[in-house]
């Protein structure tokens, strides 16, 4: 298996979320050219969900991944990783975070075309200071199906199999969280339902937690719940999605007035979200 299942829950007993965002706004710039980015996000991901985030071209879809990765500050509110506030804290204290409790998979791969497909995978572990465990490194790299390719380099593979390696390296860890970005963007339709087959299962079987941002309603729809941004907003949401609803309620994302802001992956706290 990729890990095990994480065993988080509040002090009360009911589960703790791998990512709460309270009251997230993110604005560039000053003045007249200042850009708000995110418009005060309160959200929230569930250890084992499986979440996509979507919307048109300057919906705040990036900008939210950065920020609750830790990868950007929020110039307003509170980002929560893994039960850890990252309010205040420096470059440096939020390195060692990520290193700790996140793992990230990008459409370019983002692999060292120096080190083997071992070496990729093991990367994460050495940066962190952490024992290697190659039993359960050679484990991971079974089940992305990549065993008989340990000593090879990034560039003698395919592009589904390098990206295959980025979701090893992104597991190893065991991390809070997964982000995705993109993650099928440079992939055939057919490799892209391989991939996105792994991060379903990783999520069914270990209860590994991603947040995945997609512009492919297919893609979205390997998800358990789809959020919709636009203009730094929630703007709805679907749970369960399939291709065609997701497709149909991106025609007319434009269209959608503000809703109410919610939740997601409330667990037992009765608040709405996805599980």
Do not use: C, W
Not at 81 to 109: M, P
Not at 143 to 156: A, D, F, Y
Not at 164 to 190: N, Q
């Amino acid at each position: 298996m990729f890990g095990r299942r994480p065993e988080r829950v509040e002090s009360g007993g009911g589960p703790r979320a791998a990512v709460r965002m309270e009251a997230v706004r993110k604005t560039y710039g000053n003045g007249d050219s200042a850009v708000e980015a995110l418009r005060g996000i309160d959200m929230q991901f569930d250890y084992g969900s499986f979440t996509a985030v979507m919307g048109p071209s300057g919906s705040g879809k990036s900008t939210l991944l950065q920020t609750a990765a830790g990868l950007d500050q929020p110039s307003a509110g509170r980002v929560l990783l893994d039960g850890v506030d990252l309010t205040g804290k420096n470059e440096v204290a939020l390195t060692e975070l990520r290193r700790e409790k996140v793992g990230f998979i990008f459409q370019s791969f983002n692999l060292l075309p120096a080190l083997t497909i071992e070496q990729n995978v093991t990367l994460p572990l050495k940066l962190a200071g952490r024992r290697v465990d190659r039993n359960r490194v050679a484990d991971v790299i079974r089940r992305v199906g990549l065993e008989q390719r340990l000593k090879h380099l990034p560039g003698e593979l395919s592009g589904g199999q390098q990206q295959r390696v980025a979701i090893a390296r992104a597991v190893v860890t065991e991390p809070a969280v997964v982000f995705a970005d993109e993650p099928t963007g440079a992939l055939d339709t057919r490799t892209a339902a391989e991939v996105l087959d792994l991060l379903r299962e990783s999520v069914m079987v270990t209860g590994q937690t991603i947040v995945m941002v997609t512009h492919d309603p297919v893609a979205a729809s390997y998800a358990d719940g789809v959020v919709f941004l636009i203009d730094g907003q929630i703007a709805g949401e679907i749970r369960n999605p399939t291709p065609e609803a997701v497709a149909d309620r991106m025609t007319h994302l434009t269209a959608l007035v503000e809703q109410p802001r919610r939740t997601y992956g409330a667990g037992q706290s009765g608040k709405r979200g996805y599980y």
